[in-house]
DNA sequence: CTGTTAGCGCGTTCAA
DNA sequence: TTGAACGCGCTAACAG
């Protein structure tokens, strides 16, 4: 064994002049362990030490090292929304905005912080897990994933992971609104407010909310004895809204009803439908996706589903606690969407 | 390829799971050492011994611990761009959506990844410090900071740290845009245009950012001969500028200008003009701040002065990638702003 | 209730 | 070019 550490008493090698648990020990007069533990207000430490101990770090302006106590503990106190989309999209997107929320919201009384990880424009999108893997982040919740890789890819992780729509494989946990019943709903709203001649702007076919509320509105087109008037691929974006009703209105001239699966989309699409001389509601019905904050604001109003994405968040969030405490559950909770009508449809 | 699943060697304590460095050296025939020379691509090491380990790394899975990388290099590769405000916030503002970009496209080419953090609700604006103590993060960008106490309190860390926006404080180094300047511009404008009765609904008043575009609101207005119709507060978000321009015209129903400072609050504010009855830009004239997204939607387009966010972000970025290469310089940096005329004024 | 003793996994001298 | 030894700062047994 070692000989001698070479620490007398008085000079010790703390060159970076950030105080160490060390110093508060010394400062304070007690021993290392119990600095710890006055700190980590764990357990039996006498009020007279405490007080101590309390002095000793508010005058040195002492903080913990998060590296050498994630060291031992092998926990950081530092959760994950992984986001596999660029900034851009994050950032323009309020459902995003709610999904965060909704996950922080799970954590208000719980002193782990929330981090939002996003993707580089270059990097695939299993770069995020090298965040799980190098151990930063005590677990996840992943929303807008694409493909099934980076669901499959979890399984080989320690940490826990809930998510944001259906990731595709089986036995891992996971929440959503059941896209195929709220397509559905729309669907026949249109139908009910006397539309014929309907197309829908779907959502990205790489995510099962995309090809779901395609489905939906298949399904309720075909359960009316209606042919879809037209099918044009978005990827939930304002542009890629755009970019489809032009397509639309190229293919089918005379459309009278459009269900789009993402409120951004719609939006997009309104402002073309306007630009090329429809009205809305007279001439073209809307129905968007989400109930976002831009629903709001688009004129007229649109009529929408609800996304529920503070929810889904919110359950997410309480789904990865009860794992991170040792209850983890593995089936998925789904839930339900409703029609919020305006003056789109 | 040594294709030994399990765990060989049988002896280690390693429960977790997660291999080790020492796991990846005995795989390869080398010591710990070795390994760790080839993995970090360092110094001397042979091509042969070097493949060996990769290969081991390969097999095994491993990923370094990045807590125990930290704990020995004292850094953790990681930057922190801090907005003390909350995540509302910071996600209905495409300002904070600019700077998080600006201040990424400086270290694309830099494998420091780039994390943003904003405050939970209750949190005093000093807890973000503490991210910065804990040593988490090597450094950071602090933008919308409200007062003077955070940007005093960085002068005790060690870690660089640059602002956006003047920080209130001498000798820090931070970016901007010449506020006055672009306020003095801005007005000129309304009273190039023939407004004599102009009001300005400020930013926050306890950002250098706020007072000063009201500074040059009055400068201008002074420089005419002209008394101003009114000022009203903000705090730079639509709901703000909407209760401003309430305010405005309960005051003075004849105004015939509003000069905002940030395009969110002149959205809102045209918003409660059109609902008053007052149309834009016949009876009254705006201008905005920013250029950004929502100045391109409302109706009429807003003209504004250009924020340059993305801008100054990515110089402030730069600013923090020559700090941490041991290059720091603490002068501001000052940037102009140029009108963009479009038609609500 | 408190101090002592071991490591956590890694980078890095210093010798060989 | 490689290996042995040390210590980064902290928590967690285990004794007192």
């Given at each position: 064994?070692?000989?001698?550490?070479?620490?007398?008493?008085?000079?010790?090698?703390?060159?970076?002049?950030?105080?160490?648990?060390?110093?508060?020990?010394?400062?304070?007069?007690?021993?290392?362990?119990?600095?710890?533990?006055?700190?980590?207000?764990?357990?039996?430490?006498?009020?007279?030490?405490?007080?101590?101990?309390?002095?000793?770090?508010?005058?040195?302006?002492?903080?913990?090292?998060?590296?050498?106590?994630?060291?031992?503990?092998?926990?950081?106190?530092?959760?994950?929304?992984?986001?596999?989309?660029?900034?851009?999209?994050?950032?323009?997107d309020p459902f995003?905005?709610s999904?965060?929320?909704?996950?922080?919201?799970?954590?208000?009384?719980?002193?782990?912080?929330?981090?939002?990880?996003?993707?580089?424009?270059?990097?695939?999108?299993?770069?995020?897990?090298?965040?799980?893997?190098?151990?930063?982040?005590?677990?996840?919740?992943?929303?807008?994933?694409?493909?099934?890789?980076?669901?499959?890819?979890?399984?080989?992780?320690?940490?826990?992971?809930?998510?944001?729509?259906?990731?595709?494989?089986?036995?891992?946990?996971?929440?959503?609104v059941?896209s195929?019943q709220a397509a559905q709903v729309a669907t026949r709203h249109l139908?009910?407010q006397?539309?014929?001649?309907?197309?829908t702007i779907?959502g990205?076919?790489?995510?099962?909310a995309?090809?779901?509320r395609?489905?939906g509105f298949?399904?309720?087109?075909?359960?009316?004895?209606?042919?879809?008037?037209?099918?044009?691929?978005g990827?939930f974006?304002d542009?890629?809204g755009?970019?489809?009703?032009?397509?639309?209105?190229?293919?089918?001239?005379?459309?009278?009803g459009i269900f789009a699966a993402s409120d951004l989309m719609a939006a997009g699409a309104m402002?073309?439908?306007?630009?090329?001389?429809?009205?809305v509601p007279?001439?073209v019905r809307v129905v968007g996706f989400d109930d976002s904050e831009a629903s709001r604001q688009t004129t007229p109003p649109l009529t929408t589903m609800t996304g529920r994405a503070h929810?889904?968040?919110?359950?997410?969030?309480?789904?990865?606690?009860?794992?991170?405490?040792?209850?983890?559950?593995?089936?998925?909770?789904?839930l339900n969407s409703e029609l919020v009508p305006r003056a789109s449809a």
């Amino acid at each position: 064994m070692s000989t001698d550490d070479g620490r007398p008493g008085g000079a010790n090698g703390n060159v970076t002049g950030a105080p160490t648990l060390e110093d508060v020990a010394r400062a304070a007069g007690v021993s290392r362990a119990t600095a710890s533990r006055a700190i980590n207000g764990g357990a039996l430490v006498s009020q007279e030490t405490r007080d101590a101990v309390t002095r000793a770090v508010v005058d040195l302006g002492y903080a913990p090292n998060q590296a050498a106590r994630m060291l031992v503990t092998k926990r950081s106190g530092v959760l994950g929304v992984l986001v596999p989309e660029t900034d851009l999209r994050v950032f323009s997107d309020p459902f995003f905005a709610s999904v965060y929320h909704g996950v922080v919201s799970a954590f208000t009384d719980h002193d782990a912080q929330v981090v939002l990880a996003m993707s580089k424009p270059g990097q695939p999108a299993e770069t995020m897990l090298s965040y799980l893997t190098s151990g930063r982040i005590d677990g996840a919740v992943i929303v807008s994933h694409h493909g099934t890789d980076l669901a499959r890819a979890t399984s080989r992780l320690t940490q826990p992971v809930v998510f944001i729509g259906d990731p595709g494989v089986g036995g891992l946990p996971y929440v959503d609104v059941d896209s195929v019943q709220a397509a559905q709903v729309a669907t026949r709203h249109l139908i009910g407010q006397g539309c014929r001649r309907i197309t829908t702007i779907t959502g990205a076919m790489d995510m099962p909310a995309g090809r779901q509320r395609q489905q939906g509105f298949l399904d309720a087109l075909a359960e009316a004895g209606l042919e879809p008037a037209g099918v044009a691929h978005g990827n939930f974006t304002d542009a890629g809204g755009r970019t489809a009703a032009r397509e639309l209105l190229e293919a089918s001239p005379d459309l009278d009803g459009i269900f789009a699966a993402s409120d951004l989309m719609a939006a997009g699409a309104m402002r073309v439908l306007s630009e090329a001389g429809y009205r809305v509601p007279a001439d073209v019905r809307v129905v968007g996706f989400d109930d976002s904050e831009a629903s709001r604001q688009t004129t007229p109003p649109l009529t929408t589903m609800t996304g529920r994405a503070h929810e889904m968040a919110r359950i997410a969030g309480r789904m990865l606690r009860n794992s991170l405490a040792g209850r983890p559950f593995t089936y998925p909770v789904i839930l339900n969407s409703e029609l919020v009508p305006r003056a789109s449809a």
